[in-house]
């Protein structure tokens, strides 16, 4: 299997380009762009629809003949703003000119086609908390499956405080058994503050024969083909990670591991 943990490939342009023959499996896809004043960022996808999430920055975006002029708010992601985002079905072509320093990620999955494009933020995403404790951490659902924006692409914003643990209790969604279990792949990518600094994250699948633990730094992405993925935030460190997952069936039904079940 090619390695999970992937370095960002340079400071600006596309710096992630992950696609379902890259990772070694069936669905999920994510690009980076890191972008500087009146650069370019733009694609079509044949067969996979998009969300472009403006991590942080502003663009003027146009998408289908249609020109959206200039989005995004959040000039650091840490703001805990939510995100404006773009819906982009197949075979359409997108095209972004970042007007500050921007990021933009692309979350792709296949799709029968047949939606528009579609704005889905920030109206329409809430910063939610969830967990107690050193568990707790502040979500922003951009396309989960309580809202009807997509065919397969489930995607999420997670902010995890310095010292929290997160995508805790462990938990996996590697089985297409549902109601009980959905199999979805997911990639993580990573933001850090200070930037210069690092998290922590295990992929393991209970019989050990996936177990890679690795310290992500700023803009890495984690990538999770099964098994559960629990993430850490050291002391003084602040975590977000933006979430992609994709699967046979759009829906989020995960198993706990079971030495955790005096958690939930």
Sequence with gaps: ?????????????????????DAGWRYAGFDL??????MVAEDRLAGREAILVLVEGRATLSAGGTDFGEMGARLSVFERTPPHCLYVPPATDWRAVATTDCTLAVCTAPSPG??????LGPNGITLEPRGTGTNLRHINNIAMEARDVADSL???????PAGHWSSYPPHRHD???FPRITYLE????????????????RVFTEDLSLDETMAPGDHDVV???RGHHPCAAPHGVEMYY????????RAWRFAGHPAFAHLT
């Design 1 to 21: 299997m090619p390695g999970l943990l992937r370095r960002a490939a340079g400071q600006h342009g596309k710096v992630h380009a992950i696609t379902p023959a």
């Design 33 to 38: 762009w890191r972008l500087t004043p009146g």
């Design 114 to 119: 047949g939606r528009k494009v579609q704005v």
């Design 154 to 160: 489930l995607v999420t914003e997670v902010f995890t």
């Design 175 to 177: 089985e297409d058994d």
């Design 186 to 201: 997911e990639t993580y990518y990573h933001r850090l503050n200070p930037s210069d600094c690092f998290g922590i994250q």
């Design 223 to 225: 990538l999770v083909p």
């Design 242 to 249: 933006l979430n992609v997952m994709a699967g046979p069936r």
